[in-house]
């Protein structure tokens, strides 16, 4: 059996990423309205565990260190003073290797006035995108 040559499994997962950002950003525009979008991204981690009884949509999820990150967790958003002004979760997933998982993430209708956006998945603290950044589609990672 040939060998795959290296970078095809990272080429792979940054076309997948790059599809489903592509995606979310066109539903982004339809769905919302003046003032207002909807942040979209991925999360990718490095311990999960694929297969098993996932709801539709959903090919893995988080394992060991990670198995707070299952489908449909509630994803926040705050703005820079730290007020609560959205909540979305994660949408889908796919396996990026035997023990990598990209989850989609949606949050609908928050206000575009904002100059930075605070993120939070989980526990796992915020992290902090500019608003550019948050209407463009964002990406979070963690490690295990």
Request: hydrophobic share 45%; with cysteine.
């Amino acid at each position: 059996m040939p060998r795959r040559p290296a970078w095809l499994l990272p080429a792979i997962v940054t076309a997948g990423v790059a599809i489903v950002i592509a995606a979310a950003t066109a539903l982004t525009i339809v769905l919302t309205g003046p003032g207002k979008f909807t942040l979209t991204g991925t999360l990718s981690i490095d311990s999960a565990t694929a297969g098993g009884s996932l709801p539709e949509g959903f090919a893995c999820t988080g394992a060991g260190t990670m198995s707070d990150i299952k489908p449909n967790l509630r994803v926040i958003v705050a703005d820079g003073g730290h007020e609560l002004i959205g909540k979305g979760e994660l949408t889908s997933s796919f396996a990026a290797g035997p023990d990598a998982c990209v989850f989609g993430l949606v949050v609908h209708n928050l206000p575009r006035d904002r100059e930075t956006y605070l993120v939070q998945v989980s526990h796992r603290g915020e992290v902090e995108f500019t608003r550019d950044e948050a209407v463009s589609g964002i990406e979070l990672s963690l490690n295990g």
